[in-house]
């Protein structure tokens, strides 16, 4: 690190950038700052998982069906509880919970916001130590203030968001969020307890050669899907065929490469899931928005994610996203297959 460098933390950022707007209340950066103290503590037990009674089974299922893990309730209660104590947020949906909860008191009453969020993507990576994250995203809320805010205000598409973001918990610590501004990455540094601006103004390539898709399901795919993997293991020196295939099983994980380093992350439809497996609230969408933000682009196969409007919280929705090349190639595949068939 050069020693002359200024540091830049989240705080200082996100002020910043509430100045570039003269009737910026700073309710929304102070809402990142309160995710990002929440991660922060949920950091804390994630380096420390192996040591204490938090790693494991809890023995009960989200609304999902899915084995909850016990550092999926405890990142679930710490968001909840620093928002809770905001002076900024008016509810919260979780993809742990089967509603949204909306905060009651004279405050968040008066709050423009509301958070929603995955509080620990891809825990069942846990038990073998990688990589997992906290998937956000922020709307501004559609009904009137002064009073509990409502379901309308949760089931908004992903154009409305004010801004949405990760944390990712592997060899450091990242909050990677954006804005309708920009995409912009903060490392936590250890020793001052703070994220500081590491990624600035961040770009999806908009070419790459990674795709990432649990290939083990490939029996279950239609026959676009399969032709467009077909495509990616081929040899083509002029293209820089075969790509290589990157799967970590982690939403954040491999979301988080595909900024860095471009390519496509896919949870297509199947047999199994004829609807996708992912949340439209708690994962695509904020993804979406992340990546459009960084010139990136993210399809349910039928149309823009970011305009699907959402009839329920727990929606879920197939999702192609990463470089354009990769995305629109895939879409390419599966469509000519959907025209023959």
């Known amino acids: ?102 905060f009651d008191d004279e405050y968040s009453a008066n709050s423009k916001y509301v958070v929603l969020f995955d509080p620990l993507d891809g825990s069942s990576n846990i038990d073998v130590n990688a990589p997992i994250g906290t998937i956000f995203s922020i709307y501004r809320r559609v009904s009137p203030l002064g009073q509990p805010c409502t379901m309308e205000d949760f089931l908004q598409p992903g154009n409305k968001l004010m801004a949405a973001g990760y944390v990712i918990y592997g060899s450091s610590t990242m909050m990677v969020y954006a804005t309708k501004l920009s995409v912009n990455g903060f490392t936590l540094e250890p020793s001052i307890g703070e994220f500081c601006l590491s990624h600035p103004n961040l770009k999806c390539p908009e070419k790459g050669k990674i795709y990432s898709i649990n290939q083990g399901n490939t ?98 929705v197939p999702i192609y996203i990463g470089s354009k090349n990769l995305v629109e190639k895939a879409l390419e595949f599966k469509h000519s297959a959907v025209n023959v068939g």
Do not use: W
């Not at 790693?55 to 509880?81: P, R, Y």
């Not at 293991?233 to 790509?243: H, L, Q, V």
């Not at 295939?245 to 899931?273: Q, W």
């Open 219 to 316: 029996c279950k795919y239609d026959d676009g899907m399969k032709a467009f993997l077909n495509y990616c293991m081929e040899s083509n020196k002029e293209e820089g065929r075969p790509y290589s295939h990157r799967y970590i099983g982690s939403m954040v994980a491999d979301m988080h490469r595909t900024l860095i380093k471009g390519g496509i992350f896919m949870y297509p439809a199947d047999k199994s899931n004829a609807n996708g497996k992912l949340r439209l609230q708690y994962e695509c969408n904020p993804m979406a928005f992340l990546m459009a933000a960084a010139n990136g682009l993210a399809s349910t196969g039928t149309g823009n994610v970011l305009d699907v409007v959402p009839t329920e919280l727990h929606q879920r």
């Open 1 to 102: 690190m050069n020693p002359k460098r200024k540091l830049i933390t989240l705080d200082e950022f996100t002020i910043q950038e509430t100045r570039q707007f003269p009737n910026a209340t700073g309710e929304l950066s102070a809402l990142l700052r309160d995710i990002g103290l929440a991660c922060k503590i949920i950091n804390k037990q994630v380096l420390k998982a192996g040591l204490v009674d938090i790693l494991g089974k809890h023995g009960a299922t989200n609304v999902q069906g899915e084995e909850q893990m016990k550092l999926d309730i405890f990142a679930n209660e710490t968001l909840i509880s620093v928002l809770q104590n905001s002076a900024d947020c008016a509810g919260i949906a979780s993809e742990e919970n089967d509603n949204a909860v909306c």
